[in-house]
T-cell receptor, first 113, second 113 residues
């Protein structure tokens, strides 16, 4: 089925550990995004990639890095996880400048202890 | 220290009644607005959108109203059903800023049978 696939779905890390969240889309979208969602809050943009080969910071980029590996894949890396990064992470993709066309993955629930 | 989760605003309605969910957006330069529905454990799903040159748009059982003077957006759901129970987010976009969406806090809609 066409869509956005995120892996893993769940992850528990110890403080200081590193990990990479994977995201892939098969809709040939140009733009991809990483958001985090904390309890009782909306989604906040971490990083985005308007097109293959470009990445830009969003609202809350500190503590994260991203890689737009190719048009399909956009990964989010936590180099040294902190408890404040406990959250649900959503990847999304879209046609350029098309909010209607945003498709979200089902999320990765990350707990840092 | 740890952040404390916020409690989402909650709207409770009887099945069959109309629901109105409100949102105040932040940027007067925003070109485009979207309402998303998020069910528990899932990513946001597109409901309806509106461009800044419009003040009303209707879909199936849903209507979005935009008041740019006071930077206010509302979502009206007609004949609310139990399946409408979810968290609803408004989001705003400025087209020439990479197509990135900025989300509001969200409102939890609870439909009583």
């Amino acid at each position: 089925n066409a869509g956005v696939t995120q892996t893993p779905k769940f992850q528990v890390l110890k403080t200081g550990q590193s990990m990479t969240l994977q995201c892939a889309q098969d809709m040939n979208h140009n733009s991809m995004y990483w958001y985090r969602q904390d309890p009782g809050m909306g989604l906040r943009l971490i990083y985005y990639s308007a097109s293959e080969g470009t990445t830009d910071k969003g609202e809350v980029p500190n503590g994260y890095n991203v890689s737009r590996l190719n048009k399909r894949e956009f990964s989010l890396r936590l180099e040294s996880a902190a408890p404040s990064q406990t959250s649900v992470y959503f990847c999304a993709s879209s046609e350029n400048n098309a909010g209607r066309g945003y498709t979200f993955g089902s999320g990765t629930r990350l707990t840092v202890v | 220290g740890e952040s404390v989760g916020l409690h989402l605003p909650t709207l409770s309605v009887q099945e069959g009644d109309n629901s109105i969910i409100n949102c105040a957006y932040s940027n007067s330069a925003s070109d485009y607005f979207i309402w998303y529905k998020q069910e528990s454990g899932k990513g946001p799903q597109f409901i309806i959108d509106i461009r800044s040159n419009m003040d009303k748009r209707q879909g199936q059982r849903v209507t979005v109203l935009l008041n740019k003077t006071v930077k206010h957006l509302s979502l009206q759901i007609a004949a609310t059903q139990p399946g409408d129970s979810a968290v609803y987010f408004c989001a705003e976009m400025i087209y020439n800023q990479g197509g990135k969406l900025i989300f509001g806090q969200g409102t939890e809609l609870s439909v009583k049978p």
